[in-house]
């Protein structure tokens, strides 16, 4: 299994609002995520910048790629465009890290 982490910017005065959209997490959306080889994601924020940051593992042979085209994650980035910065096709601004230590 491979982890990615990745950061995100929120717009100022959306944090309660992002969690609780997140909290309400559509079931369609998740099963998606798992049906595409996402496994243990989390997101966590940095109140004092509106950062968020994002780590999940997925499986080998994901499916991740094609998640852009599909029209329940469409919808998603849509639904949250309001709150964060995003691209012009309503996909968050996310921008990968790079590892640097792992312990196990």
Known sequence: ???IAFKMQLKPGTAVE???RHDAIWPELATLLRESGVRDYSIFLDAA???LFAVLRRMDGHAMAALPQ?????????HMSDLMETQLDASPVAVPLAPVFHLA
């Open 70 to 78: 599909h029209p329940v994650m469409r919808r998603w980035w849509q």
């Open 18 to 20: 992002y969690q609780r």
């Open 49 to 51: 910048t509106g950062v």
């Open 1 to 3: 299994m491979e982890q």
